[in-house]
């Protein structure tokens, strides 16, 4: 990931009320870069002397929680399509999550392996063993920032389903609507190929529906089946981190300011 890149979350005005997309571009090009330019410039075309008195106080704030690495405090604040922008600042304190279940859909069904990557660290929660609500609790509390590939849609309903006291409060990145918005589809896998992530040779071809077996077999008795299993969860944890780089790259040259793409050139 490019470094110029961490430097997105303070261009961004896009969670100030009445600042979209178009109105962001456009101070961008007016000069208008960073927090710092806004609050020094005494005024800003189209936006009222109250307006910029209100935007004033919010971005002071805002500097101030981000000083103190305060990722929740922006959780609200951002709309959820919009996290991508805090990743690349909270990214050496990001989780990378991915879960594993007996194939049976939220209410009923069972988690079997929930998979935290973060800090260069792998942590594999088993259901019977290590999975507990607390010690899920403790494990993603000390993040700052969650990243996961459809997450919004499976993981973390099936883990507040599962777990409903639960705090998930962080700001959270969901890679499969981030790459909708370049043009990439398809499901993890696929979109992990497009972008030239890879697995090991023994991975090839698993999916989900392997790791119900798997999991199954495992019940059974196998300890290989065990052991690929953990395997396929970790991939799938650890291949969302180089691919959060790329995603939020491309992002950033999409979305982001003029000056900061020419810095990334």
Same mark, same amino acid.
């Given at each position: 990931?490019s470094?110029s890149?961490?430097?997105?979350l303070?261009?961004t005005?896009?969670?100030?009320q ?6 962001e571009?456009l101070?961008?090009?007016?000069g ?6 806004f609050l020094q410039?005494t005024t ?7 307006? /910029?008195?209100? *935007?004033d106080?919010l971005?002071? &704030?805002?500097r101030?929680?981000?000083h103190q690495?305060?990722? #929740?405090?922006?959780?609200k604040?951002?709309k ?6 805090l990743?690349?600042?909270?990214r ?9 279940t ?5 209410p009923?069904g ?9 800090r260069?660290?792998?942590?594999s929660?088993?259901?019977g063993?290590t ?5 899920l609790q403790?494990?993603l509390a000390?993040y700052d920032?969650l990243?996961?590939?459809f997450?919004?849609?499976f993981?973390?309903?099936f883990? /507040?389903?599962? *777990?409903?006291?639960l705090?998930? &409060? ?9 790459? #909708? ?10 979109i ?5 992530c ?5 991975l090839?071809?698993l999916?989900?529906?392997d790791?119900?077996?798997?999991w199954e077999?495992w ?8 052991d690929?299993l953990l395997?396929?969860n970790?991939?799938?944890c650890?291949?969302l981190e180089?691919?959060?780089d790329?995603i939020?790259d491309?992002?950033?040259?999409k979305y982001g300011?003029?000056e900061m793409?020419a810095?990334?050139?």
């Amino acid at each position: 990931m490019s470094a110029s890149y961490s430097l997105m979350l303070h261009s961004t005005f896009i969670f100030l009320q009445g600042i979209g997309e178009s109105t962001e571009r456009l101070l961008w090009e007016a000069g208008i870069t960073d927090w710092d330019i806004f609050l020094q410039t005494t005024t800003i075309p189209h936006i009222s002397a109250s307006r /910029k008195e209100l *935007y004033d106080r919010l971005l002071k &704030d805002a500097r101030a929680q981000l000083h103190q690495q305060n990722s #929740r405090h922006f959780t609200k604040m951002f709309k959820a399509r919009e996290h991508w922008r805090l990743y690349p600042h909270f990214r050496q304190n990001t989780a990378f999550v991915d879960i594993e279940t007996n194939g049976i859909p939220a209410p009923h069904g069972k988690i079997t392996v929930v998979g935290i990557y973060g800090r260069g660290q792998m942590t594999s929660l088993v259901e019977g063993e290590t999975l507990s609500e607390r010690r899920l609790q403790d494990e993603l509390a000390s993040y700052d920032f969650l990243v996961t590939f459809f997450g919004s849609g499976f993981d973390l309903p099936f883990l /507040k389903t599962t *777990y409903p006291d639960l705090i998930l &409060d962080q700001p959270h990145l969901d890679l499969c609507f981030a790459a #909708r918005r370049l043009g990439l589809k398809g499901g993890l896998k696929s979109i992990e190929q497009q972008l030239g992530c890879h697995r090991a040779t023994s991975l090839e071809g698993l999916t989900g529906l392997d790791a119900v077996r798997l999991w199954e077999e495992w019940q059974g008795g196998s300890q290989p089946s065990r052991d690929l299993l953990l395997t396929y969860n970790e991939a799938d944890c650890k291949n969302l981190e180089p691919l959060a780089d790329l995603i939020c790259d491309q992002m950033t040259r999409k979305y982001g300011p003029p000056e900061m793409i020419a810095m990334a050139s």
